[in-house]
């Protein structure tokens, strides 16, 4: 047994995602000034880290240690995210003829939902970096994932939420002792207003993709899908996307666990699957139609929070997974994301987010276009738990 050493990263570097050009590790960063896109982590694993080690260590996220980060495990702070199940989705399976479904379920996190996985990270950073006080503009999840690692960092937490969303997520934030500031409008409106705050203020902002970290976090769904599958991968991976977060985070994984050797050289990587609202799908219009996708773009709420996110910051980067892996980009209507999560808590006794009923969704509508093969392994991801959005299910 290889224990998790106390001190020690392979973080080599920060490196603008577009043009490569690096950025100080060391020092507090936001995203790539040269580009306007975000830093990415670059590791070197020479010499040491294998997947044996892995075997008897802690199930958290954090046994990927040695690919994240953070320089010294006394700075992490953790609520025991990660590792999370994977079920086989027999019944719905069967019933509809899928030989191989599965389902990452991420609702068992600390505060309900995936957010807390990229929250872990970037806060354990800023933490070592030296960082106390913390903003966020958020859909819902990701705001009290902050609030709840600000609230065990010691650190001050302002989350910027559109009103609209359920009562939960406001009260979650409250409760971890944030401060809540809410917003007419969407996500985008949020990072108005985090902007206008920070004119004055100058507090660390955890905008998604606006710094290098949450990504760090979010990245582990991909090691711990190889993991449970034994370092085989699905044939598809559906993912709902807002931000782009976890779609980025999963590939980036899948290539860094090939440049390792951890995965065989040559295995064929997942086709990724984002899915979205058609209440708000701007990944959508760009996918089909790269340079007129904002026009008449009329972006509305959606019962799926974290998919309403008008402007995401990462869109090129999700564009390229899609290109990279083969997969495509789809939306569905909010009755059909309402019909799925039903289905999927009655056959399966999983009561999930809408954002991931909505892969469900998707994929009953891409078997029925034949544009999936059903014999095929196909992982569907539930970013959340559905307990959060009882009030607006009813
Ligand atoms: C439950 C849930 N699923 C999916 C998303 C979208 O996540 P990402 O930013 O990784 O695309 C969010 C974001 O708020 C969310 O809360
Ligand atoms: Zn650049």
């Given at each position: ?5 106390e ?18 590790i ?7 000034d040269c580009?306007?896109?975000p ?15 892995l075997l008897?260590?802690e ?8 690919a ?8 992490i702070?953790s609520?025991?995210?990660g ?6 989705l027999?019944?719905?399976?069967s ?8 389902m990452k379920?991420?609702s ?12 872990s990270?970037a ?13 966020v503009?958020?859909?819902g999840?990701a ?5 709840a690692y ?6 001050e ?10 009562s939960?997520?406001?009260d979650?934030c409250?409760l971890?002792?944030a ?5 007419d ?25 606006k ?11 991909g090691y ?5 599958f034994?370092?085989?991968l ?5 993912y709902?996307a ?18 390792a050797?951890w995965?065989?050289?040559g ?11 058609m209440e ?12 007129q996708?904002?026009?008449g773009?009329?972006p509305?709420?959606?019962i799926?929070n974290?998919?309403a996110?008008?402007?995401p910051?990462g869109m ?16 569905v ?7 799925a ?6 056959q399966e006794g999983?009561?999930?987010s809408?954002e991931?009923?909505a892969?469900w ?34």
């Open positions: 047994m290889t224990a998790i050493p001190t020690f990263s392979y973080a080599a570097a920060l490196a603008c995602a577009r043009c490569g050009r690096p950025y100080p060391h020092q507090i960063q936001q995203f790539a580009c306007q896109q830093l990415l982590v670059q590791y070197d694993w020479e010499p040491g880290f294998c997947k044996e080690d008897f260590r199930k958290t996220m954090w046994r990927y240690f040695e994240l980060p953070v320089s010294e495990r006394k700075h702070i609520l025991g995210e590792m999370t199940p994977l079920f086989q027999s019944s719905l399976g019933e509809q003829d899928f030989a191989d479904l599965w379920d991420e068992g996190n600390p505060t309900g939902s995936f957010k807390a996985r990229g929250m990270v806060i354990s950073k800023a933490k070592e970096l030296g960082i106390h006080r913390c903003i503009p958020t859909a999840n705001g009290g994932a902050l609030a600000c609230a065990k960092a010691g650190m937490c302002t989350v910027v939420m559109p009103r609209h969303t359920p939960v997520f406001k979650e409250r971890y002792g401060n809540l500031v809410l917003v409008g969407l996500i985008s409106d949020c990072a108005k207003k985090v902007g206008e705050v920070n004119r004055e203020k100058d507090w660390f902002d955890l905008s998604t993709l710094e290098p970290y949450r990504l760090e976090g979010k990245k582990t769904m711990e899908l190889a993991e449970q034994n370092w085989q699905p044939d598809y991976i559906l709902p807002g931000g782009g977060t976890g779609l980025i985070g999963i590939w980036k994984a899948f290539k860094e666990m090939l440049s050797g995965l065989a050289p295995t064929s990587l997942p086709k990724m699957i984002a899915v979205q609202s708000c799908a701007p990944l959508v219009r760009a996918f089909y139609q790269p340079q996708w904002k026009q773009f009329q509305q709420p959606s799926a974290g998919l996110v008008p402007y910051f090129d980067m999700m564009l390229e997974v899609l290109q990279q892996s083969g997969g495509l980009a789809m939306a209507s909010e009755s059909a994301i309402k019909k999560l039903q289905q999927v808590a009655r999983l009561l999930i809408p991931g009923a892969t969704a998707a994929l009953l509508q891409l078997r029925n276009a034949g544009h999936i093969d059903p014999g095929a392994r196909i992982v569907l991801l539930n970013t959340g738990s559905g307990y959060k959005y009882l009030e607006n299910l009813q």
